[in-house]
Protein backbone atom coordinates (compact mmCIF):
# COMPACT_ATOMS: atom_id res chain seq x y z
CA UNK A 1 0.00 0.00 0.00
CA UNK A 2 1.06 3.85 -0.58
CA UNK A 3 2.25 5.61 2.82
CA UNK A 4 0.40 9.20 3.24
CA UNK A 5 3.70 11.95 4.61
CA UNK A 6 1.82 13.18 7.76
CA UNK A 7 1.19 16.53 6.09
CA UNK A 8 -0.28 15.05 2.96
CA UNK A 9 -2.86 17.82 1.35
CA UNK A 10 -6.33 17.04 2.25
CA UNK A 11 -7.59 19.94 0.23
CA UNK A 12 -9.39 20.12 -3.14
CA UNK A 13 -7.24 18.33 -6.11
CA UNK A 14 -9.87 17.55 -8.69
CA UNK A 15 -12.68 17.03 -7.17
CA UNK A 16 -14.54 20.23 -6.62
CA UNK A 17 -17.35 19.15 -4.39
CA UNK A 18 -14.77 18.55 -1.80
CA UNK A 19 -14.80 21.37 1.18
CA UNK A 20 -11.80 23.06 1.94
CA UNK A 21 -10.28 24.28 5.37
CA UNK A 22 -10.91 28.12 6.40
CA UNK A 23 -7.89 30.47 5.32
CA UNK A 24 -5.54 31.08 8.31
CA UNK A 25 -3.62 34.07 8.60
CA UNK A 26 -0.13 32.28 9.49
CA UNK A 27 1.67 29.88 7.00
CA UNK A 28 4.56 28.61 9.24
CA UNK A 29 5.93 25.23 8.76
CA UNK A 30 5.01 22.83 11.08
CA UNK A 31 7.43 19.85 11.93
CA UNK A 32 6.42 16.55 10.66
CA UNK A 33 6.50 13.79 12.75
CA UNK A 34 8.78 11.01 11.69
CA UNK A 35 7.52 8.26 9.68
CA UNK A 36 9.00 4.75 9.16
CA UNK A 37 10.05 4.13 5.08
CA UNK A 38 8.03 1.40 3.14
CA UNK A 39 7.71 -0.28 0.38
CA UNK A 40 7.32 0.13 -2.51
CA UNK A 41 7.19 3.11 -1.02
CA UNK A 42 11.55 24.43 -11.16
CA UNK A 43 9.26 25.13 -12.07
CA UNK A 44 10.78 28.08 -9.63
CA UNK A 45 11.72 31.66 -11.12
CA UNK A 46 14.52 32.65 -9.77
CA UNK A 47 13.78 35.95 -8.24
CA UNK A 48 10.99 36.40 -5.58
CA UNK A 49 8.32 38.71 -5.70
CA UNK A 50 7.05 41.19 -4.27
CA UNK A 51 3.97 40.50 -2.07
CA UNK A 52 2.08 43.64 -2.65
CA UNK A 53 2.16 43.15 -6.48
CA UNK A 54 0.85 39.60 -6.19
CA UNK A 55 1.83 36.00 -6.92
CA UNK A 56 0.90 34.44 -10.10
CA UNK A 57 -1.76 32.71 -10.29
CA UNK A 58 -0.16 29.16 -11.29
CA UNK A 59 1.68 29.90 -8.28
CA UNK A 60 -0.90 30.70 -5.60
CA UNK A 61 -3.06 27.63 -6.72
CA UNK A 62 0.18 25.41 -6.04
CA UNK A 63 0.47 27.42 -2.54
CA UNK A 64 -3.10 26.22 -1.78
CA UNK A 65 -1.44 21.96 -2.28
CA UNK A 66 -4.35 21.91 -5.30
CA UNK A 67 -2.17 21.20 -8.35
CA UNK A 68 1.30 21.76 -9.79
CA UNK A 69 1.72 24.90 -11.61
CA UNK A 70 1.11 23.55 -15.08
CA UNK A 71 -1.99 21.81 -14.10
CA UNK A 72 -3.36 25.47 -12.77
CA UNK A 73 -2.30 26.46 -15.63
CA UNK A 74 -4.84 24.14 -17.65
CA UNK A 75 -7.58 25.15 -15.01
CA UNK A 76 -7.55 28.72 -15.66
CA UNK A 77 -7.46 28.00 -19.86
CA UNK A 78 -10.26 25.58 -18.83
CA UNK A 79 -12.58 28.13 -17.08
CA UNK A 80 -12.41 26.80 -13.47
CA UNK A 81 -10.44 29.84 -11.59
CA UNK A 82 -12.44 33.02 -10.72
CA UNK A 83 -10.41 36.13 -9.10
CA UNK A 84 -12.95 38.42 -7.08
CA UNK A 85 -16.00 37.34 -9.18
CA UNK A 86 -14.55 37.89 -12.55
CA UNK A 87 -13.13 35.06 -14.52
CA UNK A 88 -9.43 34.59 -14.65
CA UNK A 89 -8.34 33.72 -18.62
CA UNK A 90 -4.78 34.81 -18.12
CA UNK A 91 -2.07 32.71 -16.77
CA UNK A 92 -0.17 35.49 -15.72
CA UNK A 93 -2.80 36.89 -13.45
CA UNK A 94 -2.06 38.25 -10.22
CA UNK A 95 -3.80 37.56 -7.20
CA UNK A 96 -3.27 40.29 -4.42
CA UNK A 97 -3.63 40.91 -0.98
CA UNK A 98 -7.40 40.30 0.82
CA UNK A 99 -8.18 38.92 -3.44
CA UNK A 100 -10.89 36.37 -2.97
CA UNK A 101 -10.07 33.19 -5.64
CA UNK A 102 -12.30 29.80 -6.61
CA UNK A 103 -11.81 27.37 -8.47
CA UNK A 104 -14.90 25.51 -9.47
CA UNK A 105 -16.92 27.97 -7.15
CA UNK A 106 -15.52 27.05 -4.08
CA UNK A 107 -13.03 29.04 -1.96
CA UNK A 108 -9.32 28.29 -2.01
CA UNK A 109 -6.55 29.40 0.36
CA UNK A 110 -2.27 28.76 0.66
CA UNK A 111 -1.71 25.62 3.00
CA UNK A 112 -0.49 26.70 6.41
CA UNK A 113 1.87 23.63 6.50
CA UNK A 114 4.43 22.00 4.34
CA UNK A 115 5.49 18.73 3.42
CA UNK A 116 9.28 17.61 3.82
CA UNK A 117 10.23 13.73 2.14
CA UNK A 118 13.66 12.25 1.75
CA UNK A 119 12.98 9.61 -0.19
CA UNK A 120 15.66 7.14 -1.12
CA UNK A 121 14.93 6.39 -4.48
CA UNK A 122 15.64 3.00 -6.24
CA UNK A 123 16.86 3.12 -9.96
CA UNK A 124 14.14 2.25 -12.68
CA UNK A 125 11.84 5.56 -11.78
CA UNK A 126 11.81 8.81 -13.60
CA UNK A 127 11.68 12.11 -11.10
CA UNK A 128 8.58 12.88 -13.51
CA UNK A 129 4.82 13.46 -12.57
CA UNK A 130 3.93 11.83 -16.14
CA UNK A 131 5.60 9.74 -19.01
CA UNK A 132 2.19 9.25 -21.34
CA UNK A 133 4.82 7.80 -24.19
CA UNK A 134 6.82 5.49 -22.62
CA UNK A 135 4.96 5.08 -19.63
CA UNK A 136 8.01 3.94 -17.48
CA UNK A 137 7.49 3.73 -13.78
CA UNK A 138 7.38 7.35 -11.98
CA UNK A 139 8.38 8.09 -8.39
CA UNK A 140 5.02 9.23 -7.07
CA UNK A 141 3.72 5.76 -7.94
CA UNK A 142 5.12 4.77 -4.86
CA UNK A 143 4.60 8.23 -3.07
CA UNK A 144 0.95 9.01 -2.15
CA UNK A 145 1.81 12.61 -2.47
CA UNK A 146 -0.14 15.99 -2.89
CA UNK A 147 0.38 17.35 -6.64
CA UNK A 148 2.00 20.59 -5.47
CA UNK A 149 4.90 18.21 -3.62
CA UNK A 150 7.72 17.86 -5.98
CA UNK A 151 11.12 16.50 -6.12
CA UNK A 152 14.21 19.44 -5.39
CA UNK A 153 16.48 18.38 -8.12
CA UNK A 154 16.38 14.91 -10.24
CA UNK A 155 17.96 11.89 -10.20
CA UNK A 156 18.33 10.30 -13.89
CA UNK A 157 16.33 6.44 -13.90
CA UNK A 158 19.69 4.84 -13.68
CA UNK A 159 20.47 6.58 -10.74
CA UNK A 160 19.41 6.27 -7.05
CA UNK A 161 20.14 7.61 -3.74
CA UNK A 162 18.73 10.36 -1.43
CA UNK A 163 15.91 12.79 -3.03
CA UNK A 164 14.48 15.44 -1.24
CA UNK A 165 10.53 16.00 -2.29
CA UNK A 166 8.51 19.34 -0.86
CA UNK A 167 6.11 21.51 -1.20
CA UNK A 168 7.56 24.41 -0.11
CA UNK A 169 8.69 26.70 -3.05
CA UNK A 170 10.88 29.29 -1.25
CA UNK A 171 13.29 26.25 0.04
CA UNK A 172 13.25 24.67 -3.44
CA UNK A 173 14.13 27.54 -5.09
CA UNK A 174 17.42 28.29 -2.78
CA UNK A 175 18.57 24.72 -3.18
CA UNK A 176 18.52 24.41 -7.32
CA UNK A 177 18.67 28.21 -7.90
CA UNK A 178 21.64 28.88 -9.96
CA UNK A 179 25.05 29.94 -7.89
CA UNK A 180 23.46 28.34 -4.54
CA UNK A 181 26.28 25.72 -4.86
CA UNK A 182 24.65 23.20 -3.02
CA UNK A 183 26.74 20.49 -2.49
CA UNK A 184 25.92 16.98 -3.75
CA UNK A 185 27.88 13.92 -2.64
CA UNK A 186 27.76 10.71 -4.72
CA UNK A 187 29.36 6.86 -4.69
CA UNK A 188 29.96 6.17 -8.04
CA UNK A 189 31.42 2.12 -9.50
CA UNK A 190 32.96 2.62 -12.30
CA UNK A 191 34.63 0.61 -15.28
CA UNK A 192 38.23 -0.06 -15.13
CA UNK A 193 41.22 1.51 -12.62
CA UNK A 194 41.33 5.00 -12.05
CA UNK A 195 44.52 6.40 -12.40
CA UNK A 196 45.82 9.86 -10.73
CA UNK A 197 46.30 11.29 -13.97
CA UNK A 198 42.26 11.12 -14.17
CA UNK A 199 41.92 11.69 -11.30
CA UNK A 200 43.78 15.38 -11.42
CA UNK A 201 41.83 16.15 -14.40
CA UNK A 202 38.45 15.59 -12.70
CA UNK A 203 39.63 18.29 -9.89
CA UNK A 204 40.95 20.51 -12.19
CA UNK A 205 37.35 20.48 -14.39
CA UNK A 206 36.97 21.80 -17.58
CA UNK A 207 36.27 18.39 -19.15
CA UNK A 208 34.07 18.30 -22.49
CA UNK A 209 30.90 16.80 -21.57
CA UNK A 210 29.30 17.15 -25.07
CA UNK A 211 26.64 18.98 -26.45
CA UNK A 212 28.64 22.50 -25.60
CA UNK A 213 28.93 21.71 -21.93
CA UNK A 214 32.55 21.37 -19.87
CA UNK A 215 32.33 19.40 -16.19
CA UNK A 216 32.94 21.64 -13.11
CA UNK A 217 35.95 20.92 -10.69
CA UNK A 218 34.78 18.06 -8.36
CA UNK A 219 36.06 16.95 -5.03
CA UNK A 220 37.31 13.30 -6.21
CA UNK A 221 39.10 10.40 -4.22
CA UNK A 222 39.33 6.37 -4.75
CA UNK A 223 37.52 4.63 -1.98
CA UNK A 224 38.44 0.97 -3.24
CA UNK A 225 39.44 -0.93 -6.76
CA UNK A 226 38.52 -4.68 -6.92
CA UNK A 227 37.84 -6.76 -10.08
CA UNK A 228 38.51 -4.00 -13.02
CA UNK A 229 36.13 -1.58 -11.27
CA UNK A 230 36.39 1.70 -8.79
CA UNK A 231 34.63 2.83 -6.60
CA UNK A 232 34.92 6.50 -6.09
CA UNK A 233 33.30 9.17 -3.63
CA UNK A 234 32.13 12.38 -5.59
CA UNK A 235 31.00 15.97 -4.30
CA UNK A 236 29.81 18.32 -6.79
CA UNK A 237 27.85 21.77 -6.39
CA UNK A 238 25.29 22.32 -9.71
CA UNK A 239 22.95 19.51 -10.50
CA UNK A 240 23.57 19.94 -14.59
CA UNK A 241 21.80 17.09 -16.53
CA UNK A 242 23.99 14.32 -15.82
CA UNK A 243 27.22 15.72 -15.37
CA UNK A 244 28.58 12.69 -13.75
CA UNK A 245 27.79 9.54 -15.76
CA UNK A 246 28.73 11.88 -19.25
CA UNK A 247 32.12 13.27 -17.55
CA UNK A 248 33.58 10.22 -16.82
CA UNK A 249 32.57 8.50 -19.51
CA UNK A 250 34.52 11.29 -21.49
CA UNK A 251 37.30 10.07 -19.33
CA UNK A 252 37.06 6.29 -20.46
CA UNK A 253 35.26 5.19 -17.44
CA UNK A 254 32.05 4.76 -17.93
CA UNK A 255 29.13 4.35 -14.78
CA UNK A 256 28.11 1.34 -13.66
CA UNK A 257 26.04 2.68 -10.65
CA UNK A 258 25.44 6.09 -9.22
CA UNK A 259 24.27 6.70 -5.60
CA UNK A 260 23.81 9.84 -4.14
CA UNK A 261 24.02 9.83 -0.63
CA UNK A 262 24.30 13.46 0.24
CA UNK A 263 22.17 16.92 -0.66
CA UNK A 264 22.81 19.85 0.96
CA UNK A 265 22.95 19.46 4.86
CA UNK A 266 20.84 16.01 4.22
CA UNK A 267 22.62 12.67 4.39
CA UNK A 268 20.93 9.24 3.62
CA UNK A 269 19.97 7.57 6.23
CA UNK A 270 22.25 3.88 6.81
CA UNK A 271 20.68 1.03 6.51
CA UNK A 272 17.57 3.07 4.60
CA UNK A 273 16.30 0.42 2.17
CA UNK A 274 15.88 1.43 -1.06
CA UNK A 275 12.59 2.02 -2.18
CA UNK A 276 11.54 3.60 1.47
CA UNK A 277 11.00 7.17 2.46
CA UNK A 278 10.65 9.48 5.90
CA UNK A 279 9.71 13.07 6.64
CA UNK A 280 12.28 14.75 7.82
CA UNK A 281 12.25 16.22 11.51
CA UNK A 282 12.42 19.85 12.87
CA UNK A 283 15.97 20.06 13.57
CA UNK A 284 16.72 19.06 9.79
CA UNK A 285 14.25 21.62 8.43
CA UNK A 286 15.64 24.07 10.26
CA UNK A 287 19.18 23.22 8.81
CA UNK A 288 18.33 23.51 5.74
CA UNK A 289 16.18 26.60 5.51
CA UNK A 290 19.52 28.08 6.69
CA UNK A 291 19.57 29.03 2.15
CA UNK A 292 16.78 30.87 2.83
CA UNK A 293 18.83 33.46 4.49
Known amino acids: MKQKPAHYSKQLQQKPQQKQPKPKKDRAAKAPRQQSGQHPGQHASDADQDVSAGERINRYLASCGLCSRREADRWVAGGRVIINNEACQEPGSKVKPGDIVRVDGKVVSPQESFTYILYNKPTGQLCSR ?158 LKERLT
Open 130 to 287: KDAIRKRPLIYDFLNVAPNVQSVGRLDMDSEGLLILTDDGALTRALTKPGAKVPREYRARVAGLVDMETLAKLRRGDIDMGKGDSSDAWEVTVDSESKGHTWLSIVIYRGRWREVRRTLEECGHPVRRLMRIRFASLRLDEGMPRGSFRNLNRSEVKK
